[in-house]
């Protein structure tokens, strides 16, 4: 079956890389051809549908029901392809020199096909700790599909023992990563021809000092911040991102949207910096545009936020990771994952372990490594040699 273990994966990868899963589609088709796969292996799973009835994820339990497990936890929606120079077709998998091409090979689709590859190996150890398949959707806009589900676990009388997060780290076990927590600011104001620009008020100038703002800030958290050596690096990020506003060159600007997002390394401080510099423009910046005009002033909303991860290195789920993962290393990492919400939401035990690097993922000519793949495999048949004893 060992032998097998190639050739599956890479079927299984091509035919999950097939699915156009990016977020703003349906993912149905995909989990409709995994619970068709799992029960053709006699296999079936717990099937969590979204409000929208468009999306949804799939829980799995193989071996004993009655009893604690270990968790596989990886997503299956991926980012765009539009304005991407891809050199094929993206949802197509080519295998060149070692490598899988194709959107979401890294970014996560890998690691789920080695765990759907994986699962006739489950079955054939008789496995005393069961193992469990958490397959999401919407990871990629905010770990959306996650927390029905983790809300969903909660309500079952058994918690798994922990959970091993398949995001792309080279198979170096992550016992930390970043939150984050991302704002939009619309900026209200007045519009005026040009000509009389001082009787309008101006949404975009008004935003400037709010991005001036957040960059002296962003400044101030690299300076002055704690450093934390685990991370590649090593201390909060805040930045502008995206800036929308203004109709014409000859209009005061009446509107201007600006979203900005902070990476903190604590596990609230995210929301801490952003609550900060809601604060300060309530404070600074509305009042004046008030002055000026009484329905002027800023809006804001929570577009995403998900919490940090910071499993301690004595853990003794990290000791088993290391183990399973055949090495003794482990690091922190800037990019979030659904590990933390397994933390804050269902108090299980994460880490972060999985095939590929984080370089790869979201680029043109995505790829990972079979070799990555394979390691992976490796990692699994680990696990369910450890479930079997």
């Not at 890998?110 to 496995?127: N, S, T």
């Not at 101030?220 to 203004?246: F, M, Q």
């Not at 659904?338 to 994460?350: D, H, I, R, Y």
């Amino acid at each position: 079956m060992q032998n097998q273990r190639p050739d599956r994966i890479r079927k299984l990868l091509a035919d999950l890389v097939a699915f156009d899963t990016v977020s703003d589609r349906s993912n149905l088709p995909l989990i409709d051809y995994i619970e068709a796969y799992l029960a053709s292996l006699g296999v079936s799973g717990q099937r969590i549908v979204d409000d929208t009835g468009e999306k949804a994820s799939l829980w799995v339990t193989i071996g004993p029901e009655d009893r604690a497990g270990l968790v596989l936890s990886g997503h299956t929606d991926v980012v765009p392809v539009a304005g991407q120079d891809w050199s094929h077709n993206p949802f197509e998998l080519v295998e060149r020199d070692g490598r899988l091409y194709g959107r979401g090979t890294t970014d996560m689709k890998g690691f789920v096909a080695v765990c759907l590859a994986m699962v006739p190996e489950m079955l054939a150890a008789g496995l005393k700790t069961p193992i469990n398949l958490a397959i999401s959707y919407d990871e990629e806009i905010g770990c959306v599909g996650v927390r029905p589900m983790l809300r969903e676990l909660g309500r079952k009388p058994i918690k798994p023992l922990g959970c091993f997060v398949g995001e792309p780290t080279q198979m170096q076990v992550i016992i930390g990563h970043k939150g984050k927590h991302g704002v939009r600011a619309t900026f209200r104001g007045l519009a005026r021809h040009s000509s009389i620009a001082p009787d309008g008020v101006n949404a975009i100038e008004y935003a400037a000092e709010l991005i001036v703002e957040i960059r002296r800030r962003a400044a101030l958290l690299a300076a002055d911040a704690e450093r934390n050596s685990l991370y590649d690096v090593p201390h909060s990020t805040l930045l502008t991102s995206i800036v929308h506003g203004g109709a014409a060159l000859n209009i005061v600007p009446d509107t201007c949207a600006v979203e900005f997002e902070c990476r903190g390394i604590g596990i609230t401080e995210s929301r801490q910096v952003t609550d900060a510099i809601i604060a300060w423009a309530k404070a600074e910046i509305e009042p004046r545009m008030r002055a000026q005009h009484p329905e002027c002033g800023v809006d804001f909303e929570e577009i995403l936020d998900y919490p940090a991860l910071d499993t301690p290195a004595e853990n003794p789920f990290v000791t088993l990771a290391k183990q399973l993962a055949g090495r003794n290393d482990h690091a922190k990492v800037a990019f979030g994952t659904e590990a933390g919400l397994f933390v804050s939401m269902a108090g299980v035990p994460s880490v972060v372990v999985g095939p590929g690097g984080i370089a790869q993922a979201h680029t043109p000519d995505e790829f990972v490594e079979l070799s990555q793949l394979l390691a992976c495999g490796d990692f699994v048949a680990r696990l369910i040699t450890h479930c079997a004893k």
